[in-house]
């Protein structure tokens, strides 16, 4: 079983920066695709962004690009989300989620995942 654990999460004010770390364990990172995803008080879960198996796919949401930078680590078994210039409206759980994949594209719905961690908590203050 694969099982992911986020951290970085905080209270922080818009225009700064944070750093979300997804800690995979159980299985090799390095032939999962991962997807960072979000969810804000009253609102669906929403793709962030996410990333191909090789690194070298990646796809992010419209509302975050330019501001947000996806990357994996295959040897330390992590993939980190870094998270600039943040708004009030990127307030919300931030979950990653992982899915085996024989290729190297990215997965940018949430039913497409099969491992999901618990999420940690980013509040943006105006």
């Known amino acids: 079983q694969v099982q992911l654990v986020e951290s970085g999460g905080g209270l922080v004010q818009a225009g700064d920066s944070l750093r979300l770390s997804c800690a995979v364990s159980?299985?090799?990172?390095?032939?999962?695709?991962v997807g960072w995803f979000r969810q804000a008080p009253g609102k669906e879960r929403e793709v962030v962004a996410t990333?191909?198996?090789?690194?070298?796919?990646?796809y992010y949401a419209d509302s975050v690009k330019g501001r947000f930078t996806i990357s994996r680590d295959n040897a330390e078994n992590t993939v980190n989300l870094q998270m600039n210039s943040l708004k009030p409206e990127d307030t919300g759980v931030y979950s990653c989620?992982?899915?085996?994949?024989?290729?190297?594209?990215?997965?940018?719905?949430?039913?497409?995942?099969?491992?999901w961690g618990q999420g940690t908590q980013v509040t943006v203050s105006s």
């Open positions: 990333i191909g198996r090789s690194g070298g796919s990646t």
């Open positions: 159980g299985r090799a990172v390095s032939p999962y695709a």
């Open positions: 989620a992982a899915r085996f994949a024989y290729y190297s594209e990215t997965y940018n719905r949430a039913r497409d995942y099969d491992y």
